[in-house]
């Protein structure tokens, strides 16, 4: 399981659906062969350079927060997932961020199921918050997203950015 890497005066928290296996393993987030986590956070400028998964700890220097919906060690030996949404509502209200970015559709709609809220039905601002912190969903940046151009990709995560500039 990893750590959160969470602290008060974020600009956004970017929410994982569940740790995978591989990064786990690592100790690090977004370390999986093709992820283009890293490249999407810099290009849509909340990082100055491309930071790597070895790197993660510094994205809180950048405002940016990253944690996962599921936070069991169950979970990454590939057992069913637990949501334990009060757990993550309680994470997020310590650091209490302006807005909290799914990172992914798959991300946003194990929320939605598991909070009893309507699924999304694309990428930009929901209709709904989590936990009255609005909420946002990005296009995955793993490998198995790949057939969305990284351009496209880019430019739905600078969305992100300009959504929390009215906030």
């Known amino acids: 399981m990893l750590p959160d890497l969470l602290r008060p005066?974020?600009?956004v928290v970017i929410a994982g659906t569940i740790a995978a296996w591989h990064r786990a393993e690592r100790d690090h987030y977004y370390g999986g062969a093709g992820t283009k986590f890293w490249l999407l956070l810099h290009e849509c400028g909340f990082t100055p350079v491309e930071l790597s998964a070895e790197r993660d700890a510094e994205v809180v220097e950048h405002g940016v927060g990253l944690t996962d919906l599921v936070r069991t060690e169950?979970?990454?030996r590939g057992e069913p997932p637990v949501f334990d949404l009060a757990g993550f509502h309680a994470r997020l209200a310590a650091v209490d961020p302006p807005a909290v970015a799914f990172v992914s559709?798959?991300?946003?709609?194990?929320?939605?199921r598991a909070a009893g809220r309507r699924l999304p039905r694309g990428y930009g601002e929901l209709s709904w918050t989590v936990a009255g912190i609005p909420a946002f969903v990005l296009p995955g940046p793993s490998g198995a997203n790949n057939g969305m151009p990284v351009p496209l990709r880019v430019a739905l995560w600078r969305d992100l950015v300009d959504f929390l500039g009215t906030l």
Do not use: Q
């Open 9 to 11: 005066g974020l600009r």
């Open 74 to 76: 169950h979970a990454v």
């Open 105 to 112: 559709k798959t991300a946003a709609s194990s929320y939605a």
